[in-house]
């Protein structure tokens, strides 16, 4: 991402150049002891949210009015740079954001800003990527106050931005957790299952002694039981010979019958035969 103000990048340029020239010419500086760091956020920030990090001037006693900095992240597979903001009011200004977030160069000139203390002149935004932590650095080519006149840059400190997932971090992952109640469901499933198995096996052994009591054997499977109703309609239609020990099974009336018919016939018989 880039933006350019009037009068334009060259214009930009331009000054930066005088101010350089400027700044060789005169021995004079605007302070004896200028530093440039980096102020981020104290909080993390989320996975797919933004936060800033701002660029702070010390001591700048003349205020600032012309800079050309960039602003990098270590890892912008962690954090990456989507924008950066020129404070204050200028005449000109030139943002460039690298498009794979590993950095931002900011150049300003003409520049109105608070002419004494600790001075923010940019501000840069960056996106979390991905769980983690990475530094951001700053460099600074060139730094003057709103006379033209340069600033010795003594020090340059960066920062760092760390990223989570939820906004804190967890010990137990998403996936953990769902193993757990996977095994809590499976053990749950299997008590109930024995429980089940012990009741029915109960349930069968009890029905057994009660039958035992009562003197009655449960059927085989696959076979019912016959009633008293059944019994007495088989009685009706046809006799059922009796078991007698050493005997065998006692014939029925008629057909006792029929056999001292028969052997009464043969005995006439045999006496006619005789007499003729």
């Known amino acids: 991402m880039s933006g350019i103000d009037a009068p334009t990048a060259p214009a930009t340029a331009v000054l930066l150049g005088v101010l350089l020239l400027t700044a060789t010419a005169v021995p004079a500086v605007a302070a004896t002891d200028t530093p440039v760091r980096l102020a981020g956020a104290d909080e993390p920030t989320v996975v797919g949210e933004t936060t800033t990090v701002d660029v702070v001037v010390g001591n700048a006693d003349g205020g600032v009015g012309a800079y050309d900095l960039t602003v990098a992240v270590d ?70 106050d709103e006379e033209g006149r340069a600033y010795a840059v003594t020090a340059e400190r960066g920062a760092s931005v760390a990223v989570t997932d939820d906004g804190g971090s967890t010990d137990r992952s998403d996936d953990d957790a769902a193993d757990d109640q996977t095994d809590g469901s499976d053990g749950d499933g299997t008590d109930d299952s024995d429980s089940n198995s012990g009741s029915e096996s109960g349930t069968e052994r009890g029905s057994s002694s009660d039958s035992a009591a009562n003197g009655t054997e449960s059927p085989p499977a696959g076979q019912s039981a016959g009633t008293g109703a059944d019994a007495g309609d088989g009685d009706s239609e046809r006799e059922v010979p009796v078991e007698v020990s050493g005997f065998g099974s006692l014939p029925s009336p008629a057909a006792a019958a029929f056999v001292l018919f028969a052997g009464a016939a043969l005995i006439c018989g045999a006496l006619y035969l005789r007499r003729r």
């Open 75 to 144: 890892d912008p597979n962690v954090a990456a740079v989507v924008d950066a903001e020129v404070a204050g009011d200028s005449g000109a200004r030139d943002v460039a954001v690298a498009p794979d977030g590993s950095n931002a160069s900011v150049r300003a000139a003409m520049l109105d800003t608070d002419d004494a203390g600790a001075v923010t002149v940019a501000t840069v935004t960056v996106r979390g990527e991905s769980v983690g932590s990475t530094d951001v650095a700053v460099s600074v080519e060139t730094l003057g």
